[in-house]
């Protein structure tokens, strides 16, 4: 009787470790450009990152919000950039890699299938590819400090 309690004592600790690994990419997040800033969230076990700053948030023909003009549905044209759902599904794999996910570009207007590998705590490698991951391209995202 120890024994099965001690494993399935085992069993809910290393349950709980992988969920604090997976949970190690919430955060407020740079990428390489330095034109946003992406909050990744985890959602019902996904994560899901949003853009939650520009650095030109507005048009600089209108002075409005500017807008995902390049998506390529018509009806998500006049959607604010800021707020926007970039990153969708993201799994956790073990080993600091999420996958199974999705990367919008907003500036094509193309969604990629994607897999984030963190480096470090600070550091993520975020690849967006077409079908297979050999080509496809990647880019450095750097963690925040937010107080």
């Not at 330095?34 to 939650?52: F, H, L, P, Q, S």
């Not at 500017?66 to 956790?92: C, T």
């Amino acid at each position: 009787m120890k024994k099965i309690i001690t494993s399935i004592a085992f069993m809910f600790v290393c349950a709980f470790a992988f969920a604090q690994e997976a949970d190690d990419l919430v955060g407020v997040w740079e990428p390489g450009h330095g034109k946003a800033r992406v909050k990744i969230d985890n959602i019902d076990g996904k994560y899901y990152g949003r853009i939650v700053w520009l650095k030109e948030p507005n048009d600089p023909e209108t002075g409005k919000p500017k807008v995902d003009a390049n998506n390529p549905d018509e009806s998500m044209r006049n959607v604010p950039l800021r707020g926007y759902r970039m990153l969708k599904d993201f799994e956790y794999k073990g080993k600091g890699v999420w996958e199974e996910g999705t990367i919008y570009d907003p500036e094509s207007g193309n969604t990629y299938s994607s897999v984030i590998t963190m480096k470090d705590e600070n550091t993520l490698d975020i690849r967006g590819y077409v079908g297979v991951k050999t080509f496809g391209r990647s880019d450095t995202w750097r963690r925040l400090k937010i107080k």
